[in-house]
């Protein structure tokens, strides 16, 4: 018999109680989300400025479907590549204040290919903090002798391994808001070590991108400029659509250097078919609502506060400064009996567990969005301090 590794390892996540299915959800709404028969207020989404279903971008991608159709249908170097896409990148590069963009067609794609290209180069060393997203890491079993990692936002670590670093080519990846914690990358701190050490920095902003800033220009541009000046070439910028933006996709703005590299070198962008030119439209339309509505990231901060003010005081939470935040439960097992007593009273969080989180470090995530009212709030961190109390056994 072969292939018995594959019923093997399944049966080895459902005893470490990690097994993964999909579930069935419908519906758009962050607020109204139908799983089997139950409607649940959903904070399980990243749909943090509820744009998903504004009706401009809907509008925006509908003209796009009729002008250019369904698929680009090829990648972008053949002919997938046109006006919608030229635009997209143009628009980028201004609101991030980088010197040029490159689309891709998701934010994992994008880590996992810019990482592969560079590495594969046999001319670079990465330090990437600890916590970093899976696209970026997974490039580690590569690559193990040219990437390390530094503990999560340690600057004495970074500084130790960069001064022990002794190739020519250096760089530091981090993300802009941390995925699972909620807590934001010291990009300026960062960013001076790196000069310090002659290393490039690149900033994973998925979670960033639409929520920080003024006009929603992330972190990056936060931490190291202002509206009007550009961020320094040495600094590399991932963000993604499908999480505050609302569509899909995802783009690298960086310098020209290496934009032209990537477009030479990264198999995920030249043979990928590219994005649609209907999603490209559909995504500039996102950035310009993103950009005008800032009363969205207010109401979200608000939300944020109210939360954590209602949650008991003996829950421990990560030290989030963004719409994620992490409720600790310990165990796999505490985790999934905590969510489903939420799920029961009418409220979907995610259970978060290893290998996502390191074992011992499960928890709840909880994404809040500018589509939710004080009073999904109000709801929420009742049902979270209740089954906290009832459901949590001693670890
Ligand atoms: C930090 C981070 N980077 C990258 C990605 C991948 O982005 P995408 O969903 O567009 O593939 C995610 C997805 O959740 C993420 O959290």
């Keep these: 018999m072969t292939f018995e590794f594959l019923a093997q390892g399944v049966q080895s996540k459902r005893e470490k109680g990690q097994y993964r299915q999909v579930k069935l959800y419908d519906g758009i709404s962050v607020s109204a989300v139908n799983a089997g028969r139950q409607s649940l207020i959903n904070f399980a989404s990243n749909d943090y400025l509820g744009l998903n279903g504004h009706p401009q971008i809907l509008d925006a991608y509908q003209q796009g479907l009729q002008q250019y159709?369904?698929?680009?249908?090829?990648?972008?170097?053949?002919t997938g590549y046109s006006k919608p896409h030229q635009y997209l990148e143009r628009q980028l590069s201004e609101w991030l204040g980088a010197e040029r963009s490159l689309l891709y067609s998701s934010g994992y794609s994008a880590n996992s290919g810019l990482f592969q290209a560079l590495l594969k180069s046999g001319q670079l060393n990465v330090v990437f903090d600890r916590l970093c997203h899976a696209s970026m890491l997974n490039n580690m079993f590569h690559y193990p002798k040219s990437c390390q990692r530094f503990a999560h936002n340690e600057q004495s670590d970074l500084d130790r391994r960069l001064n022990q670093c002794k190739a020519d080519n250096k760089l530091v990846a981090i993300e802009g808001v941390y995925s699972m914690d909620?807590?934001?990358?010291?990009?300026?701190?960062?960013?001076a070590q790196c000069q310090r050490h002659k290393?490039?920095?690149?900033?994973?902003?998925?979670?960033?991108?639409?929520?920080l800033g003024e006009q929603g220009q992330g972190s990056a541009r936060v931490a190291l400029a202002n509206v009007s000046c550009q961020v320094p070439s040495n600094v590399t910028q991932m963000v993604?659509?499908?999480?505050a933006l609302a569509t899909s996709g995802a783009a690298i703005a960086g310098s020209q250097e290496l934009i032209e590299y990537l477009t030479n070198f990264c198999g995920e962008y030249i043979f990928s078919t590219s994005m649609s030119a209907a999603n490209a439209l559909a995504t500039s339309k996102s950035i310009d609502v993103c950009q005008r509505d800032n009363w969205r990231r207010q109401k979200l901060e608000e939300l944020r506060q109210t939360l954590v003010e209602q949650l008991s005081s003996d829950i421990h939470t990560t030290n989030?400064?963004?719409p994620i935040i992490g409720i600790l439960t310990g165990s796999e097992e505490n985790t999934v009996r905590i969510a489903e007593a939420i799920t029961s009273k009418g409220y979907l969080v995610?259970?978060?567990r290893p290998p996502t989180v390191e074992p011992?470090?499960?928890?709840?995530?909880?994404?809040?969005?500018a589509k939710h009212n004080v009073n999904d709030i109000n709801g929420l961190a009742s049902a979270i301090n209740q089954a906290m109390e009832e459901e949590s056994l001693p670890c």
């Design 69 to 78: 159709g369904s698929s680009s249908s090829s990648a972008a170097l053949i």
């Design 182 to 191: 909620g807590d934001k990358g010291d990009i300026a701190t960062v960013f």
């Design 199 to 211: 290393a490039a920095l690149y900033i994973d902003d998925a979670h960033g991108i639409g929520v």
């Design 240 to 243: 993604t659509f499908g999480k």
């Design 320 to 322: 989030s400064e963004s």
């Design 350 to 352: 995610s259970a978060i």
């Design 360 to 369: 011992g470090k499960s928890r709840l995530r909880v994404t809040l969005s």
